[in-house]
């Protein structure tokens, strides 16, 4: 896909075929991650691949808006260290959205799908895991090939009108 349908291509997908994701597609969508910018390229990830079916069903319980985890093919579980104060609490935000955001379109790249799922039970993200102290899970990408409709360019969207959004010179 050209990057500009990748990018209008892109939805979040809750439903999945049982299709497995290749492995290299896996690797190129977890590089997209690895290359994303950050505050002063610090860096704040680890990635966990999880493609075993019992283990997602486990990862899904972390947030009850996460059962889509169960039935895709593979997840990434975001990793990021706990931020020491308000400031680095808001750059960790910043940039774990772009490292995620990195990923979905790379994987809409690949006609892949793509859900996110917030995370908040640090106790069952922990036993599943097995990150060290001081680590959290901040979110999971669910990956797999969507089961509804295959991804395409979207021309209808729930979205703010353009020019309400964007002001040109001044508000
Ligand atoms: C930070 C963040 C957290 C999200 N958490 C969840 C979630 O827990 N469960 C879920 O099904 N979708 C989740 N979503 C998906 C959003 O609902 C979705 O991206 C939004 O409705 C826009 O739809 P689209 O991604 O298809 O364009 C999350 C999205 C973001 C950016």
Do not use: C
Request: charged share 20%; hydrophobic share 45%.
């Amino acid at each position: 896909m050209e990057t500009w349908d990748a990018l209008r291509a892109r939805r979040n997908v809750r439903q999945f075929t049982d299709r497995p994701v290749p492995a290299e597609a896996l690797d190129r969508i977890l590089e997209a991650g690895r290359r994303a910018p950050s505050a002063g390229n610090w860096q704040p990830w680890d990635f966990v691949l999880v493609t075993d079916r019992a283990q997602l069903v486990e990862l899904s319980k972390v947030w009850q808006g996460a059962g889509h985890v169960a039935r895709a093919a593979a997840a990434i579980a975001i990793v990021a260290p706990q931020p020491q104060d308000d400031r680095q609490s808001a750059l960790l935000q910043y940039d774990l959205g772009q490292a995620t955001y990195a990923m979905t379109v790379a994987a809409a790249d690949l006609g892949v799908g793509t859900g996110h799922a917030a995370a908040a039970d640090q106790d069952q993200a922990k036993a599943v895991l097995g990150f060290p102290e001081g680590r959290f899970l901040a979110y999971v990408l669910s990956v797999g090939y969507p089961s509804d409709k295959p991804l395409a360019v979207l021309h209808r969207l729930n979205r703010r009108p353009f020019d309400e959004v964007v002001h040109h010179g001044r508000w």
